[in-house]
């Protein structure tokens, strides 16, 4: 017992540790654990004074829930470690000291805290998700244990799953897919959508409602330059305390903010009362607060390492009484006056953000230099959505217009570069998620902002070296020995404020190019005399030259001018070119295919096909003004078996045009569909599955007839009539879409299917069929340790399984040899799981799927008589 004791008493012996006052530890909370950790051995150390840093010389760990503290730069620097008071209880727990990594309150880290447990799923699976978890500071558990705080299954049925209810741990359930779309945006969302028994995303269609996301802790956060000027009580963290957060610092304030006398009286009288000083010197600041990325004591000041933010930090810090970071949030940074390059031709729309979340991403928008809208046109370029139900995001489809979620804007913003729509993180959408809840997670990239802002020696006074000549802010090159080189450059603009509206790189290119000394001659390479004369951007020691004629320079000005004039058209012929009809009639073997319709895409008038010196607001101004008054559709028709089009791009380009002018809008979405088109019933993948959806079903000849007359004819007179086939198929199509209106969707909710690799169509196919009306299609393929997997499918919602399909698995497949050899396998291993299978003819699933309801029929079901017979 007294062995015990004393190893207890000496787990943390080796910790010096000091508790960081956050918002969720501060007082009763931090006395019990600085308690704990002393009764085991630990010392605690304190500052002598509020003001004073964290002496980081003298301790070993850092105990915070947070990295929003001052010295935690200095702390990652100085390898102290920086852990969330849950790694006290682990260790405590496991007698050992737990790795602080698991651990860190780094928000990059964004799986840390977690204990995973995975439940029967695939080794392939299993093994990503616990490799991604280990990567983002979480832990894994082979066993059940009270540290386990997720468990990942399928279903509830299994063992461990039962032990752990058993036994109480207050752990979730979900499913594999809460990690995978928590990868794929690199954030983690809210688990609740795929927690188990019910999951959301499984029980809920991708069309429904999803839920606003509120994010209070926006507030302060959303705009560059506050309106007003917060007061500490109006803050509940306040707590009507005098100010203590400037305490012992000394402020800055820039000339930039442009503040009228009484409000910035009013500020400095805030940070005298609470402890702190104003200075005019940004050599004695602590803080320097301005609004623009431009003036040199902005640049001497982030090269020196202070705290640089702008007015909305300011009212931030005074408003809670805390420190934060002015990095942490993109809007508490000083902006750039000229925005973020090339983002000015961006014309940008919100859908699905709201409150706070959405001021934010306006005024983000606006401050990386492109132009927001509230309502959405043909000529925006880019749609931000936290989901993809919204009337916006159908339209953005129609006219092909970027759709992302706010993490490439942010992304865009932090790094100040212009990410790439096509990196899956902006086009991930989880299904029943509104990415609005981890809006504002995104830092500047300090790294990417000094590259641009204010690189080394970008801190030196112009004046400094010279009073006769302005000297450019760029650091002496280390080979140059005269001065008369230096100062021969372009004067550079004053330091006062407002007078720079560029970042620093770009005015270090604004000037002529330095004359080199006669140093730097002597050293040069090839000083013979040269015709035609070398480059003189050739560098030293380069040997291989390209030799150029005399007057290539002046003809690689001229075409370098002409493209730049093409630059406009060059775009516009991009965009055409992947349009059905456009400049590229390359025509598609089958109307069946998905295309984009004609009018996702703006046209080209005329006008604008010649007129090459035309720049492209001229010609965005066109296309404004030439689609302007078209209404909205009244009709979302699909088609089905039309052949009217086959081979003809043009002409299908053409007649889109035309009936999209009636109101009538071309859609290859099955799923948007108000009505679809077809000679008469088919068993085609398109009709199959737009009668999921029950939509009007009409006869070709009714697009025929439109284009024909040039005009909206009545669709009621031409609903599709076809006793013959209705005849043949035994059903009745006004009965299929009577039912397809009641099952919504869900005919096939709680199934277990499974399809063969090589089943005529393509698996794909009978898995949309399958999808489209609720139920799940597995590849079976007989593989070692697939067992798992069919088990997952066959439980998964097994209520409505058990109700609609009793005990029943399907195979679908053909009468191939190869095929055949899959069935014995497939029977043994469902028959050994208690449940019946089934080996049945693509038709089971085609006539289900056509009539709209469950029907059994003896050809359906495939024995090794078919075989013969078919082989």
Request: with cysteine; charged share 25%; net charge neutral.
């Amino acid at each position: 017992m007294d062995l015990d004791g004393a190893e207890s008493k000496s787990l943390f012996a080796q910790v010096q540790f000091y508790i960081v006052q956050t918002v969720d530890l501060r007082g009763d909370s931090a006395r019990e654990l600085a308690k704990l950790l002393e009764d085991n051995g630990a010392e605690e150390i304190t500052r002598t004074a509020i003001a004073d840093p964290i002496p980081l010389q003298d301790i070993t760990h850092i105990i915070s829930t947070t990295t929003d503290f001052p010295e935690y730069g200095a702390a990652n620097d100085a390898l102290k470690s920086v852990v969330k008071p849950d790694w006290v209880k682990a260790s405590i727990a496991k007698g050992r000291l737990a790795n602080p990594r698991q651990y860190s309150p780094d928000p990059r880290l964004f799986f840390s805290g977690l204990v995973v447990c995975c439940v029967d799923l695939p080794s392939g699976d299993s093994d990503a998700i616990i490799g991604g978890v280990l990567a983002m500071g979480g832990l894994y558990s082979s066993s059940i244990s009270k540290m386990v705080t997720h468990i990942v299954a399928l279903t509830m049925d299994s063992d461990k799953c039962k032990t752990a209810i058993s036994r109480n741990v207050k752990c979730k359930f979900v499913l594999p897919h809460w990690f995978d779309d928590c990868l794929k945006l690199g954030k983690r969302i809210d688990e609740a959508p795929y927690c188990l028994p019910d999951p959301e995303i499984l029980r809920k269609r991708p069309e429904d409602r999803i839920p606003e996301a509120g994010r209070q802790d926006m507030l302060g956060a959303s705009s560059p330059k506050p309106d007003r000027l917060p007061t500490p009580s109006s803050s509940p963290s306040a707590n009507h305390r005098q100010l203590t957060v400037f305490k012992g610092k000394k402020v800055m304030l820039s000339r930039d903010l442009e503040l009228g006398s009484h409000l910035l009286g009013t500020i400095e009288d805030l940070i005298l009362n609470g402890g702190g000083m104003v200075t005019g010197s940004v050599y004695k600041a602590d803080i320097f607060i301005c609004h623009y990325r431009e003036s040199l004591d902005y640049r001497i000041a982030s090269r020196a390492g202070k705290d640089v933010g702008n007015l909305a930090w300011l009212y931030y810090l005074i408003t809670h009484n805390a420190w934060t970071s002015p990095l942490r949030r993109l809007l508490h940074y000083p902006v750039a006056r000229q925005g973020l390059p090339g983002f000015s031709i961006f014309r940008i729309s919100l859908s699905n953000y709201n409150g706070e979340a959405r001021v934010y991403l306006e005024n983000l928008a606006k401050a990386a230099g492109g132009e927001f809208t509230k309502t959405m046109k043909e000529d925006n370029t880019h749609l931000i959505t936290a989901h993809m139900v919204s009337e916006k995001c159908d339209a953005a489809k129609e006219w092909n217009i970027h759709m992302v979620n706010h993490l490439w804007l942010e992304e865009s913003y932090a790094k100040w570069q212009i990410q790439t729509v096509s990196d899956p993180r902006y086009n991930h959408f989880p299904t029943r998620t509104n990415l609005g809840e981890v809006v504002g997670q995104t830092p500047i990239d300090k790294q990417a902002v000094e590259k641009m802002f204010f690189p080394l020696g970008s801190d030196v006074d112009p004046s400094a070296e010279s009073d006769d000549v302005p000297r450019p802010m760029s650091v002496k090159p280390p080979n140059a020995t005269s001065s008369r080189s230096t100062n021969a450059m372009k004067p550079q603009p004053s330091r006062s404020a407002g007078s720079q509206e560029v970042p620093f790189r770009a005015l270090q290119s604004d000037g002529h190019t330095p004359k080199a000394s006669k140093e730097n001659r002597r050293h040069t390479e090839g000083n013979a005399v040269r015709t035609p004369a070398s480059s003189r951007f050739i560098g030293q020691g380069k040997e291989n030259e390209t030799p150029s004629t005399t007057g290539s320079r002046s003809a690689k000005d001229k075409a370098v001018a002409k493209l730049h004039d093409l630059a406009p058209d060059i775009a516009l012929f991009q965009k055409e070119r992947k349009r059905v009809g456009g400049v590229t009639h390359g025509g598609r073997k089958s109307s069946e295919d998905l295309v984009p319709e004609v009018n996702r895409k703006r046209s080209v008038s005329k006008d604008e096909d010649t007129d090459t010196g035309a720049d492209e607001e001229t010609r965005a101004t066109k296309r404004a003004k030439k689609s302007k008054g078209l209404a909205p559709p009244s009709m979302r028709l699909a088609l089905s078996g039309y052949k009217g089009w086959v081979s003809a791009a043009k002409k299908e380009g053409e007649e889109r045009a035309r009936l999209r002018a009636m109101g009538i809008l071309i859609v290859p979405d099955v799923a948007s569909c108000t009505h679809l088109a077809s000679p008469h019933i088919l068993r085609t993948q398109k009709f199959i599955c737009a009668l999921a959806h029950a939509p009007i079903i009409l006869s070709t000849d009714f697009v025929n007839d439109c284009l024909s007359q040039n005009k909206r004819l009545e669709p009621e007179n031409y609903l599709l009539q076809d006793t013959e086939s209705e005849k043949r198929m035994g059903y009745k199509l006004s009965d299929s879409l009577v039912r397809a209106k009641s099952n919504k969707g869900q005919l096939l909710r709680g199934y277990s299917i499974y399809c063969t690799e090589l089943i005529h169509g393509g698996f794909e196919t009978y898995k949309s069929i399958a999808e489209v009306n609720g139920g799940k299609c597995l590849m079976y393929r007989a593989r070692a340790g697939f067992t798992a997997t069919l088990r997952a499918g066959l439980d998964e919602e097994g209520e409505d399984f058990e109700a609609s399909s009793p005990g029943y698995v399907y195979l679908i497949s053909g009468t191939t040899p190869e095929e055949a050899k899959l069935w014995p396998k497939f029977r043994q291993m469902i028959d050994g799981m208690g449940k019946n299978p089934l080996v049945v003819r693509h038709d089971w699933i085609v006539d289900l799927a056509l009539s709209q309801k469950h029907q059994w029929r003896d050809s359906y079901n495939l024995t090794e008589k078919d075989i013969t017979l078919t082989a």
